[in-house]
């Protein structure tokens, strides 16, 4: 009763995180009409949530009438969630996290309709069972688990520290280098300057992106491995690689606030890595 749950959930993140690209955000955005329930961006995001999270159930031995029709309901709830958020078009972190939780109690009320997943006093038994590492794992059952951690790892960090640092109101960091640059080079700019300017800052930003999910992965390695003086070391390196850059007062504290919370998010998701690599 735990593994549709399971598949479910990995499917959801998966989706959600990393098949879901910016064109597809920017048409969610384009085609939202307020008082209007279609949106085909929102449509097309749910049909690659339904494929993936069929794909999955029959990768993973589970198929039958209950199973499509339970994949089909969770798919029509991930469409209705994400529709009214679009909706609302309220940002913040707790909306993204309140979105998240409305995704996951979704897939287990329904699975839960369909006898597909265990009552919540079994569920929290198994949790607690699973903590003490008195609860039996397969090895499948484990590579999904890892793998929701390294989603979590990777891509739902990157996505909280954004949404943190959005919610304060903060500038991004691409945007804060310009007034120094421009200091430098005199002031004033030519149109066709600024035009090249910001077009490069698109690949610098998704670059840092880049260097972000790396920075992670880097962490739940050491955490896994148990070297935590590589966590020092990588915060050094990357403090030397914005050395000149950190003269600038609101740069400084942009960058200290977003790696300790990278940093911070990189070492729970690594920790409970490191809980299922040794369970």
């Not at 949530?49 to 339970?70: C, D, K, P």
Request: include cysteine.
């Amino acid at each position: 009763m735990i593994r549709p749950l399971a598949v479910l959930i990995l499917a959801h993140l998966v989706a959600d995180f990393i098949l879901q690209p910016a064109s597809l955000i920017a048409l969610k955005q384009k085609r939202n009409k307020p008082g209007s329930l279609w949106n085909s961006g929102v449509f097309w995001h749910s049909l690659v949530h339904l494929a993936l999270s069929t794909a999955l159930l029959v990768l993973g031995g589970l198929w039958g009438w209950r199973y499509l029709l339970a994949v089909v309901c969770v798919s029509a709830a991930h469409y209705l969630i994400d529709r009214t958020k679009f909706l609302w078009k309220i940002p913040g972190t707790w909306v993204f996290i309140l979105d998240q939780m409305l995704h996951f109690v979704g897939i287990y009320l329904i699975l839960l309709a369909f006898g597909l997943a265990a009552a919540p006093v079994p569920l929290v038994g198994l949790a607690v069972s699973f903590a003490q590492h008195s609860l039996p794992l397969s090895l499948s059952n484990k590579l999904m688990l890892g793998a929701m951690c390294v989603i979590g790892l990777v891509w739902v960090s990157g996505h909280l520290v954004k949404n943190i640092l959005g919610s304060l109101r903060l500038r991004p960091f691409e945007s804060l280098k310009k007034p120094t640059e421009e200091q430098a080079s005199g002031g004033a700019q030519e149109l066709p300057a600024a035009a090249e300017a910001k077009n490069a800052a698109l690949p610098e930003a998704s670059t840092g992106m880049y260097i972000g999910y790396l920075e992670r992965l880097l962490i739940g390695v050491f955490m896994i491995s148990g070297i935590y003086a590589g966590l020092g070391l990588l915060g050094t390196l990357k403090t030397l690689a914005r050395f000149k850059q950190l003269e600038n007062r609101e740069i400084t504290e942009y960058f200290i606030l977003g790696t300790m919370l990278s940093m911070l998010l990189g070492i729970l998701f690594g920790a409970l890595l490191r809980f299922l690599v040794f369970f």
